[in-house]
């Protein structure tokens, strides 16, 4: 059973920092991608930033030069910096793992519980 774990969320004012932290546990072989989404009320799940296990990164625009996606294989961990914040990055934000439970498996998508992040004054 994989579980992942978030935490950092909360309640910033507009021009603040936040940072995002998730762990991956369980019966895990490899974790080919990590990321980050977010849903806001209304709106569809959208991918905000990837990393491969190379360290390779993917940004949506809105979040590009703001927000920065680190990840440590040693603890399965993987991190948002997010930087000038603003109410429109006000969502639920989600970890997602895409990983090998057995040396063999198909890959597979696993999330997290998701975390609140709201930007408001």
């Known amino acids: 059973q994989v579980q992942l774990v978030e935490s950092g969320g909360g309640l910033v004012q507009p021009g603040g920092s936040l940072r995002l932290s998730c762990v991956a546990s369980g019966s895990i072989i490899t974790i080919l991608d990590m990321a980050w989404y977010r849903q806001a009320p209304g709106d569809q799940r959208e991918l905000v930033a990837q990393?491969?296990?190379?360290?390779?990164?993917n940004y949506v625009d809105s979040v590009k030069g703001r927000f920065t996606i680190s990840r440590d294989n040693t603890k399965n961990a993987v991190s948002l910096q997010m930087n000038s914040l603003s109410p429109e990055d006000t969502a639920v934000y989600y970890c997602n793992a895409f990983l090998r439970e057995t040396i063999y498996g198909i890959p597979k998508d696993y999330w997290g519980q998701g975390t609140q992040v709201t930007v408001s004054s």
């Open positions: 990393i491969a296990g190379s360290g390779g990164t």
